[in-house]
Antibody
């Protein structure tokens, strides 16, 4: 079955960097674009980034552009999200989702705290 | 950026009730609208795509309608397992935007 599994979250100090991973299985990963979406505790959903099936087209939320970098490795069926200069307001659950937002992974929690 | 305004922000209904949620886009998004369900502690789940098409495996009591800037999501007969937060999302441009969510309670 189609499955997405995020990893890489944890507790990190402000100003540090983190790389999240999303490992895909059950479908031909190299045929699909992928999204990252985040959700702060008790808040709504915020789209972060999209990367096309081959990595040639990348789009970011205007409000988040600059500190976030999405990439993928089709040989590993994995999409990544690099987050630099982490801020306390980045504390969120980060989800990956396949191209049409179906399905989603279970999420990985990033907590930014000193 | 396209803004999505959902209403109501919360809703209390009884089992068997017909429930309707609306989503207003700040500009014409054609039919490029998704509806998601998010249960507590879980990832969102796609219910409706292209404004009115039911995603695979989604019960037929869920439906969506609308075009342009005004969209509606309906549960024809509310079930206890439908307790969740529901989100609309536009994808007309490549800057995807979610509504603020509607918390549905029984």
């Amino acid at each position: 079955q189609v499955q997405l599994v995020e990893s890489g979250g944890g507790v990190v100090q402000p100003g540090r960097s983190l790389r999240l991973s999303c490992s895909a299985s059950g479908f031909t990963f190299s045929h699909y674009g992928m999204h990252w979406v985040r959700q702060a505790p008790g808040k709504g959903l915020e789209w972060v980034a999209f990367i096309s099936f081959d990595g040639t087209d990348i789009y970011y939320s205007d409000s988040l552009k600059g500190r976030f970098t999405v990439s993928r490795d089709n040989s590993k069926n994995t999409v990544y999200l690099q987050i630099n200069s982490l801020r306390t307001e980045d504390t969120s659950m980060f989800y990956c989702a396949r191209e049409r937002f179906d399905p989603w992974g279970q999420g990985t929690l990033v907590t930014v705290s000193s | 950026d396209i803004q999505m305004t959902q209403s109501p922000s919360s809703l209390s209904a009884s089992v068997g009730d017909r429930v309707t949620i609306t989503c207003q886009a700040s500009e014409d998004i054609n039919n490029y609208l998704n509806w998601f369900q998010q249960k507590p502690g879980k990832a969102p789940k796609l219910l409706i795509y292209d404004a009115s098409y039911l995603a695979t495996g989604v019960p037929s009591r869920f439906s969506g309608s609308g075009s342009g800037t005004h969209f509606t999501f309906t549960i024809s007969s509310l079930q206890p397992e439908d307790i969740a937060i529901y989100y609309c999302q536009q994808y007309d441009n490549l800057l995807f935007t979610f509504g603020q969510g509607t918390k549905l309670e029984i």
